[in-house]
């Protein structure tokens, strides 16, 4: 199987690692399959758009999630280490409010498999990560929100000794008793 699948504390959440090859000349794996994740998780998706971005350290990303058309996202990092973080936010849940986080990094090649209905979000921890993720549906500036990152219901226990970087809209982003959650 190219892939390792790990569950999480959130059952729809998990660890994908896949089979590195690697030699003196460097590494080598497949990232993506759709017919191996298929195999690997059960899950039959379709992604729709990749997105890369690029931080320094002590930027934190989220938590971002679409009221409307939610996304399914694959994420992994190819340059540095980051804290990733997936918060349920399905009202019908028995795990509503609870996150789930997870070390990616380029050296342990890890994904993380966020479903639809999850918050999602990161802090840098190297000097610098790009982050690459799919999504399994468009983005929609108009649907999206931001969960705020240190919300103490849900009690996220970031690694850092640092205020974190934070875009305007992730500043503004709103508690759990008062965000547009899924039913």
Do not use: C
């Not at 003196?24 to 899950?43: I, V």
């Not at 009202?91 to 342990?108: D, P, R």
């Not at 498999?113 to 983005?139: C, I, M, Q, R």
């Amino acid at each position: 199987m190219p892939y390792t699948v790990t569950p999480t504390a959130l059952p729809e959440v998990m660890i994908l690692e896949p089979q590195v090859f690697g030699d003196a000349r460097g590494f080598f794996f497949e990232s993506f399959n759709e017919l191996d994740f298929h195999k690997a998780t059960g899950l039959k998706v379709h992604f729709v758009q990749d997105n890369h971005s690029k931080s320094a350290k002590g930027v934190l990303r989220g938590l971002h999630y679409q009221i409307q058309h939610p996304q399914g996202k694959l994420v992994r990092v190819v340059q540095g280490e980051v804290f990733d973080v997936a918060v349920d936010l399905r009202k019908s849940s028995s795990h509503f409010g609870q996150w789930v986080g997870v070390h990616l990094s380029e050296k342990n090649h890890r994904q993380l498999w966020v479903p639809p209905g999850f918050a999602h979000g990161f802090v840098v921890l190297s000097d610098s990560a790009e982050f690459l993720y799919k999504t399994t549906d468009y983005w929609f500036a108009e649907h999206e929100r931001s969960l705020v990152w240190n919300d103490p219901d849900v009690g996220i226990d970031w690694p850092i000794d640092f205020s974190p970087q934070l875009a305007a809209k992730d500043q503004n982003g709103r508690s759990l008793k008062n965000a547009d959650v899924y039913l």
